[in-house]
DNA sequence: CGGGCTGGCTAGTCACTGTTAGCCTCGGAT
DNA sequence: ATCCGAGGCTAACAGTGACTAGCCAGCCCG
């Protein structure tokens, strides 16, 4: 069948990136080199090159697919519903999910941004912006609605972020909580600190 | 006097590892090279090994004394008071004042920790564990008299560190909010997690 | 059966970087 | 004046690592 060639061309390239983002999460960017990619697939180093255009296009394939993700995710849970403390909550379980399911991406995500090329680094950095503002929003017309009570919109949407992204961190699949478990606590957390009505 | 030379020599020194603590949070400990941090106190790279015996060594300094730091003040913290719910806050304020004030040491700390040579990281990552479990045994014991309602320690404890932990990636001295600014109501926000009465 | 594309391999290039070697200068103490 | 060590400099070494060149095997197509 004529698939199979190219069947097995995309399975291949998808070995790739998956074991590029295992390395790039455990030893950092800079510190996996191709050989070690290689290796992880059990091929030669520039073997590698033949799917590949560079080590810079595995990491920006990984950080934009990821990227996609989240705000896909977001603008789901954000349009699930018209009540700001609900869509509050299912932003934040989206995020939780996402930083437990995806933890790897989501880590690499973070730490490796400064290793994206000029260009790709600001179109992430917008895009990251932009989810971001997503929450303060949310925080925003929570208030102005009298649904929450906040010390700083500000400093309130960082809390619920930060906690989020930790949890890329910490977090292992078939450990004491599932993904929903966390997220859904997450949510609690969530709720509580923008002291929802 | 006897003690210019090396009043003059230890100068320089903390004049490199705080030119190399800048670059690491900048570009990461892999990207800085020594000519870098060279051209940062106007010496040549390898002028720079007549004061320090590697890079790794600025490393371990860097984030030994940044340890060192806020084991101290969280002691101080907690020691301050025998009320749980106010050694939490004032340990809470500590953390954040801590990622606020040192945000480069608190930066580096957490990102570079991999760069760190086996001997170190595993010593390093044993402080930081006793460093966690401070805040969890100040949650449980909350718990246990009565004072906090959570709905899972370790979660709990996991969101109070990461939103210090955010706090030195975004802070910066001179905007919006002041140190104590932010540390007074992150402390608030661990009051509203851990549902203190 | 045979040609050619796909994808692997080895060898090599080139740039870079941590670190050492060895030299020279200059300021301070004698 | 002179000595000397602290500390700077350049040159070089050794290793690494991304990426390219060029070769070859095997499988799909005709």
């Given at each position: 069948m004529s698939t199979a060639g190219l069947a097995r061309t995309r399975v291949r390239r998808a070995d790739i990136v998956a074991a590029a983002l295992e390395l790039f999460a455990d030893k950092g960017y800079l510190a996996t080199t191709m050989d070690d990619i290689g290796r992880a697939v059990n091929?030669?180093?520039?073997?590698?090159?033949?799917?590949?255009?560079?080590?810079?296009?595995?990491?920006?394939?990984?950080?934009?697919?990821?990227?996609?993700?989240?705000?896909?995710?977001?603008a789901v849970a954000v349009g699930s519903?018209?009540?700001?403390?609900?869509?509050?909550?299912?932003?934040?379980?989206?995020?939780?999910?996402?930083?437990?399911?995806?933890?790897?991406?989501?880590?690499?995500?973070?730490?490796?941004?400064?290793?994206?090329?000029?260009?790709?680094?600001?179109?992430?950095?917008?895009?990251?912006?932009?989810?971001?503002?997503?929450?303060?929003?949310?925080?925003?017309?929570?208030?102005?609605?009298?649904?929450?009570?906040?010390?700083?919109?500000?400093?309130?949407?960082?809390?619920l972020l930060d906690m989020g992204v930790g949890v890329s961190v910490w977090f292992r699949e078939g450990e004491e909580f599932s993904v929903d478990e966390v997220a859904y606590r997450y949510g609690d957390l969530a709720m509580r600190l923008v002291g929802a009505a």
């Open positions: 091929v030669r180093g520039p073997s590698l090159y033949k799917h590949v255009t560079s080590k810079q296009d595995l990491l920006v394939e990984i950080m934009e697919s990821s990227m996609a993700t989240v705000l896909r995710d977001h519903t018209d009540d700001v403390a609900d869509q509050l909550r299912r932003a934040v379980e989206a995020h939780v999910r996402f930083h437990a399911r995806h933890r790897l991406e989501a880590f690499v995500g973070t730490r490796e941004l400064r290793h994206l090329s000029d260009g790709n680094r600001a179109a992430m950095a917008a895009r990251r912006r932009d989810y971001e503002r997503g929450f303060r929003v949310l925080v925003e017309r929570g208030v102005a609605e009298d649904r929450f009570r906040v010390g700083s919109v500000r400093l309130t949407t960082y809390s």
